[in-house]
């Protein structure tokens, strides 16, 4: 949607300056957008590629599926969309209506010229926005993300009511272990705080009743040639720190009587999720930062507006990420990953696209405040569009959907659409008006030219031509 928004406005443009040629019209709007459209994807792609980077396989699948989706719409939007503009030009003119947004060109004059307020803004809110997004509260337990009024979630509510019961692990152990050491297992184990109960072949078949005696059926049930199950209930619930705490011990028992066992079920399995998604979200933030940093200094030529870029993303996504914090709302353990790609490659496309406008009227002669004026007055609309577009497409699936994993992630996209769009309007071209003269000294193609001079003269004969 940003890209194809990019190009219509850039058309809409073009045709002013080429009434009778469309053709010459949409070239003129592919080759403008699409340094901005290529830039902003190959970044957006790079994020959604460090997902790749997960031992979590739900990462690397979102990462492959997202990558691609990106890339398709790019190939899309720079080939099948100016085809379809210009077969259905006249019926698009037939059913143009007045604008329903209202004109922001008059928006960067303004923040050109309070830049030192937004500079403060963003230094005052960026201590408590990093506090919030380092001291969220998230959840594992997918179980409890899902309606109240579902069989199986009131039938486990029922269970904890009325008999106590929460989670239940299993130990899988060696069969030839000696009825002696595992006995003395299963009594430490009934001994851990939490264990309602411990139950396994040994406690069940004892010393008085022969093991050829007991039939086939209920011993396949418990024992094989290989592994012998035990059976645990706790009184506590999945994902818990209570519970977490319950199955270290719990391993801690096992791994003294048999090296070779493990304990399995939901709730350990939910632990080994904490802990490699902690690990696979931090690989993941440090490889798309970096692939980012390297992308946007190749495609900009520039050190300098790499960090500048970085800094106002990952701003807008430390103020979104940490409003919960501030609210008091327990998010879904994957929300960080989701919206730290998501919403950075929204921000990253408005940014590039506007980056790219204040270049190029810097190169063509324009002073700072022009510049960035005039870069921000172009680009606000398609931006303004845009994230309209990112709002509605996920705000009606947060209030909609019944399950909290889906809804808070689409609320926070949501939000996120248009915490990007503000940072973007507000915050980017502030840091271009303070650190313009290390800008120019660190990137190519953003030399101002002084008037008279021989490139400015070419340029000069161009535009007339």
Same mark, same amino acid.
């Given at each position: ?47 959604? =590629? =460090? ?39 006249? =019926? ?50 997918? =179980? ?89 209930? #706790? ?25 070779? #066992? ?26 798309? $930062?970096?692939? $980012? ?133 507000? $915050? ?38």
């Amino acid at each position: 949607m940003d890209y194809s928004i990019f190009l219509w406005h850039s058309y809409q443009e073009y045709r002013e300056k080429y009434p009778e040629d469309n053709n010459r019209a949409m070239s003129h709007a592919i080759s403008n957008t699409i340094v901005s459209v290529v830039g902003s994807s190959i970044t957006t792609v790079a994020g959604f =590629a =460090a997902m790749c980077f997960m031992t979590f396989t739900l990462g690397l699948d979102l990462g492959i599926v997202m990558a691609k989706g990106v890339i398709i719409g790019v190939i899309g939007c720079v080939t099948i969309l100016p085809s379809m503009i210009l077969v259905f030009d006249k =019926a698009i003119e037939k059913t143009k209506h007045r604008p329903v947004i209202p004109d922001l060109g008059k928006i960067g004059n303004f923040v050109t010229k309070k830049y030192r307020i937004f500079i403060a803004l963003f230094l005052i809110i960026l201590g408590p926005a990093l506090y919030g997004y380092t001291h969220n509260e998230v959840y594992y337990d997918l =179980a409890g993300t899902l309606p109240k009024d579902l069989g199986s979630v009131m039938a486990n509510s029922k269970l904890k009511e009325d008999y106590g019961m929460g989670a239940s692990h299993m130990i899988l152990a060696d069969s030839r272990l000696p009825a002696r050491e595992s006995k003395a297992m299963l009594n430490e184990i009934k001994r851990v705080e939490g264990v309602r109960l411990a139950a396994g072949w040994d406690s069940i078949v004892g010393s008085m009743i022969p093991e050829e005696m007991i039939p086939e059926g209920f011993k396949a049930v418990l024992k094989s040639e290989k592994y012998q199950l035990i059976l645990i209930m #706790s009184e506590y619930m999945t994902a818990s720190d209570e519970v977490n705490k319950q199955c270290d011990e719990i391993k801690n028992i096992i791994k003294k009587y048999d090296k070779s #066992s493990m304990l399995i079920g939901e709730a350990p399995c939910t632990q080994d999720l904490i802990t490699i998604t902690n690990k696979d979200f931090k690989t993941v933030s440090a490889v798309s $930062i970096v692939l $980012i940093f390297i992308i946007i200094a190749a495609v900009l030529k520039s050190v300098s507006l790499p960090v500048i870029l970085v800094i106002v993303i990952e701003f807008a996504i430390f103020i979104n990420m940490g409003i919960p914090s501030y609210t008091g709302t327990v998010l879904p353990f994957i929300a960080s990953i989701v919206i730290g790609t998501i919403q950075l490659g929204a921000t990253v496309d408005y940014a590039i696209l506007m980056t790219n406008k204040y270049k190029k009227a810097r190169n063509n002669g324009a002073d700072k405040q022009e510049a960035i004026s005039g870069a921000l007055n172009s680009s606000l609309q398609s931006v303004f569009v845009s994230a309209i577009s990112f709002f509605a497409a996920t705000f009606g699936v947060g209030l909609y959907s019944s399950i909290d994993m889906i809804s808070s992630l689409c609320v926070l996209l949501a939000r996120g659409a248009f915490i990007s769009l503000l940072v973007v309007a507000f $915050i980017l071209p502030a840091m271009f008006m303070v650190f313009d003269k290390l800008i120019l000294k660190t990137s190519a193609g953003f030399k101002s030219k002084t008037k008279g001079s021989k490139t400015t003269r070419k340029f000069e004969r161009r535009e007339m031509v």
